[in-house]
């Protein structure tokens, strides 16, 4: 059975976390060690907790009056299969939309390709880009660094429709 490995608790009702009133899974490692991090608990590849992601579904779909799902971390392209699974459920099964945050830029990911990006070409929206602590800004929607972008893409093919 697959599982992927978390560093915490399905969230829900979360409105930090994109746009809506949204679910949020936080996946279980990063190899970026950004200084500044605010989760370096979900650090370790080692960490966290492996979870069924037919038991995921199963929490998931007790979740009622959320507007989409959120992918976390650590980070979440690191287990792009076990998210995709997840995302295009919650897509086709509760209406969902379906956004994820990665220390990745777009272009590192459309460069490495493969589950990847194909896990890219299933969201609607991606922040990307690691924290930097240089440039902090606690003003940016959804984002802690300046240099982080929030991309609004084109479900299916990936592509850039808008940016903030
Ligand atoms: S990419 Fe995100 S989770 Fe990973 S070290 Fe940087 S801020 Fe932390």
């Known amino acids: 059975m697959a599982e992927i490995r978390l560093s915490g608790p399905l969230e829900r009702d979360s409105i930090v976390n994109g746009d809506g009133l949204r679910a949020v899974l936080w996946t279980q490692g990063c190899a970026r060690h950004c200084p500044g991090c605010q989760n370096p608990e979900t650090w370790s590849f080692d960490g966290g907790f492996l979870v069924d992601l037919e038991d995921i579904k199963k929490k998931l779909r007790e979740f009622r009056g959320q507007t989409g799902i959120t992918f976390c971390g650590g980070e979440p392209f690191e287990q792009p299969e076990a998210c995709k699974e997840i995302a295009d ?76």
Not at 109 to 127: Q, R, S, T
């Open 89 to 164: 459920w919650c897509r086709q099964k509760l209406g969902w939309n379906v956004w994820s945050f990665s220390g990745y830029t777009y272009e590192q990911l459309k460069e490495i390709g493969g589950a990847k990006w194909e896990f890219v070409k299933c969201l609607d929206a991606l922040i990307d880009g690691p924290f930097i602590l240089a440039e902090r800004d606690l003003t940016m929607k959804f984002r802690g660094s300046r240099n982080q972008r929030l991309l609004y893409l084109e479900k299916g093919t990936g592509k850039i429709l808008r940016q903030e």
